[in-house]
């Protein structure tokens, strides 16, 4: 009978170390937007997501669920920016903004 409690102990103890070990957390997905006009303001998705206040307020980070995206920059009612991208889980992609021109 000792022997039975004392391997029952044994297994819910390794069971608990090996449960207590903590996963890796990824890196954020995130979309930098830089060059943006001041006074922009950004949409992924169709959601407004930021805006460039003043001249030198250029580049945002943006954190976004992995997949495909659309950033739009907007300037009052127009639209003087578009992109579709791709952001893979953990990943980077930098948006830059072309004054005037869309993609």
Not at 7 to 17: E, G, I, M
Not at 40 to 68: E, F, K
Not at 72 to 99: F, K, M, N, P, Q
């Amino acid at each position: 009978m000792k022997v039975f409690v004392l391997v029952t102990l044994a297994c819910l103890s390794a069971c608990s170390w090996f449960g207590s070990r903590k996963m890796p957390v990824p890196d954020p997905t995130e979309i930098i937007v830089t060059g943006a006009p001041a006074g922009s303001i950004v949409y992924v998705d169709g959601l407004q997501t930021g805006q460039a206040t003043a001249a030198n307020d250029h580049t945002q980070v943006l954190n976004v669920a992995a997949g495909a995206h659309k950033v739009e920059i907007h300037v009052g009612d127009a639209i003087v920016y578009r992109e579709d991208t791709y952001v893979g889980r953990g990943e980077r992609y930098t948006v830059r903004v072309l004054s005037g021109l869309s993609r």
